[in-house]
């Protein structure tokens, strides 16, 4: 998940650096990577608590869930709209350049 969401901030800083533009769909991506990461190192603690005491941590355990859901949800939005043609190169965000 970590290895994964470093690509995809490099793929989206090559997108900025190369055209000026940047892929909505990257976007969604990398917040579905920080939700995923968010919810392995919450359910790392529970487990890690669990170890330890023999119940756990139930809110890290209910953060965990809840934070998987949301990057579950996002990927199926984001398959949906694949599958609906979404992704057309029009589909971008255009950064300002800020040079001038």
């Given at each position: 998940s970590a290895f994964l969401t470093f690509?995809?901030?490099?793929s989206i800083f090559m997108s900025i650096r190369?055209?000026?533009s940047l892929h909505i769909a990257l976007v969604l991506l990398l917040f579905t990577c920080v939700f995923d990461a968010?919810?392995?190192m919450s359910e790392t603690i529970?487990?890690?608590?669990?170890?330890?005491?023999?119940?756990g941590n139930y809110?890290?355990?209910?953060?965990?869930?809840?934070?998987?859901?949301?990057?579950d949800s996002?990927?199926?939005i984001l398959l949906l709209f694949i599958g609906c043609g979404w992704t057309?190169?029009?589909d971008v965000l255009t950064i300002p350049?800020?040079?001038?």
């Open positions: 690509y995809i901030i490099c190369g055209s000026g968010a919810s392995n529970h487990l890690q608590a669990y170890e330890e005491n023999g119940i809110m890290m355990d209910a953060c965990a869930s809840h934070f998987e859901a949301v990057a996002t990927v199926s057309l190169p029009t350049d800020d040079s001038n």
